[in-house]
């Protein structure tokens, strides 16, 4: 289905334009995707649940929090807390992204309510609404990176780069949070929502909405009443001070590389990255084989990946690695917008799925 | 002999305890099961969702999870256990007889 590229086109990216009719008309809107052959006694092996690894490093996640804020309270006011609040807001504001994703899939733990309990936890943290995000995450996997159709596109081209800077800051994205969960609150959704929700759930977007609000009204007025900042600083404000890595680690997912494809090789990128950060991110540096095969649980797309790579592109060496192909490919794309990353495949692998619409 | 309301799927062998295949038949889908202690089920074979074989998804004890989005099936009962799935799956009986999966549709 490959058409003509129209280099004046100008992309629509809500889910209700001009672009989601042609998503539509084109065969893009819930494709088949290209997946790399396994057999199924390996896939079914490396899709098995375990309750270990998650309770072990959700273990951990919470004392690092309680030794964050511990200090970061205790030494309020001298520069001794500075680390302590640093660890805390990286443990909230970004650990609580992977832990949302994963829990969002089902397959952290291999007890449902386990996965539940964390998802509405790191929902709250990371200032997402628990029943609209699962929706869109759910839109993200069926039709990832098709314009029109994916709603958790961060690079959108030409790429708003002075956007993309700011988002390391984290105040944007928390103020277009918030507001989002005003609006729910006061029961609106988007036509974008309404688009990926069922309506059936309108109505539990909208009361996680105000028991999310509740809190933080809860913590503003505790703020007011002891005029400190601490609660702020332990609830809500590491979003922002602490969503640097949940940026940088996630920034690298899909940014430069195709649009309009259905072929996870070619609009996704896996990246090797320090263990510490792969603790942090829960092993989504493996983001071809993420989507690739959603149901692998984190701790075991390692083993994936060596299963995988002969049939996908070199992975990224490290962050810098990825940064150094991404900054240069978004900077391109806000001159040429139809220009993407195409990596090499190595000679073992099945070509691409080049099925690329410019629309 | 067999009974001819009773279309024959597989070999009890060719699907492992706790497992899942895929099988077409007369333009349909349908995944069949096994459940831990072996006795077979069977179900409609698209997620009611996006329409996804459930065949290439992860039987846990009494569930079958989508392999694309992870909802959850109870594939005794077809309720749906998990969003993003709502609707509950079609269920349809299930035997074993000498050897052979059957299942009834």
Known sequence: MTLATDPHHIRDYSLTGADTVRARETGLAGADWYRTEVPRKVIKDLMQRRDGPAMRDTAI???????GAWGGTAFWGSWACVPFWLLYGVMYGSACDSRWHECGHGTAFRTGWMNDVIYQIASFMVVRNPVSWRWSHARHHTDTIIVGRDPEIACMRPPNTLRLLMAYAGVLEMIDSIKTLIRNAFGTLTPAEKDYVPQSEWVKAILAA??????????????????????????GGPRIYGCWHMLMTGLIQHCGLAE??????LNSRTVL???????????MNY???HHMFPMVPYHALPRLHEILKHDLPAPNTSILDAYREAIPAVLRQAREPEYYVHKPLPATAQPYRMEIVHV | MSDPA?????DAEDIDAEDVIRFDH????????RAPDGTPFATDGLCTHEKVHLAEGLVMDDTIECPKHNGRFNYRT???LRAPVCVNLATYPARLADGRIEILI
């Open chain 1, 61 to 67: 996640w919470f004392t690092l929090l309680g030794i």
């Open chain 1, 210 to 235: 105000r028991i999310h609000m509740a809190i933080y009204a809860v913590t503003l007025a505790v703020a007011l009443l002891t005029w400190s900042f601490i609660p702020l600083m332990l609830i």
């Open chain 1, 260 to 265: 309009n494809v259905t072929d996870h090789r």
């Open chain 1, 273 to 283: 990255i320090n263990p510490v950060s792969r603790w942090i991110y829960w092993n």
């Open chain 1, 287 to 289: 983001h071809i084989e």
């Open chain 2, 6 to 10: 009773w279309t024959d799927v597989c």
């Open chain 2, 26 to 33: 007369a333009g349909r889908t349908f995944a069949v099961y």
């Open chain 2, 78 to 80: 077809g309720a749906a």
